[in-house]
């Protein structure tokens, strides 16, 4: 009589759900948040512990949920993340007019300030439009003499010429969207 073994191992499933795009408004303007989302990650992140300053172009556009169409509104702007090796913590300056800046900030706090910095203004937007937020975020190139870069500020022509282009190979690049919504839904409260 022969004796088989079964051995059985317990099968675990992890669920992850997708990082998603928050929205929050008022009549004038919408900003996003998305707690789960992190981008001060890979070559991005070894160049700020090599002691390098990293730019990250963001452009948030708001456009239709239901057909790809072209954006209804955009905002762009550039943070600068840099390291502080001593005290290991980040600073973020956004070059966008008026420039404001952070300091002694956790990664977290860095990326979260980013994205709570872009505001999407909503003039002449329709408010029962069923609508999505779109956030693109790319590394800046390092090798750039940063032609959107002007004395005043940022120039929305070189962030607009950036994001109408592929990102090249060292590029680290994310898309988040948002979940569909309408105006109504902010302009209540």
């Known amino acids: 009589m022969a004796l088989s073994a079964l051995f059985v191992s317990p099968v675990f499933a992890i669920t992850v759900a997708p990082v998603e795009l928050q929205v929050h408004g008022n009549p004038d303007e919408l900003t ?4 789960r989302f992190h981008f001060l990650t890979g070559k991005a992140l070894d160049r700020l512990h090599d002691g390098l300053s990293v730019p990250f172009d963001a452009q948030l556009s708001l456009v239709p949920a239901t057909a790809q169409a072209s954006p209804l509104q955009r905002a762009f ?15 973020v300056t ?7 800046s952070a300091s002694h900030l956790t990664a977290s706090a860095a990326e979260m300030w980013c994205m709570e910095s872009l505001r999407l203004p909503l003039a002449g937007v329709n408010s029962t439009a069923n609508l999505r937020l779109r956030l693109e975020l790319r590394s800046a190139e390092t090798k750039d003499s940063n032609p ?16 109408s282009r592929p990102p090249r190979s060292q590029q680290q690049k994310w898309t988040l969207e948002s979940a569909p919504f309408h105006l109504l839904d902010f302009k209540k409260s």
């Not at 702007?77 to 600073?91: G, P």
């Not at 956004?94 to 404001?100: A, F, G, H, I, V």
């Open 32 to 35: 996003v948040s998305s707690p």
């Open 77 to 91: 702007n550039r943070f600068v993340v840099s390291y502080d090796l001593w005290e290991e913590k980040f600073s």
């Open 94 to 100: 956004s070059l966008r007019d008026p420039r404001t």
């Open 148 to 163: 959107l870069l002007a004395d005043a500020g940022i120039s929305l022509t070189g962030l607009i010429e950036i994001f």
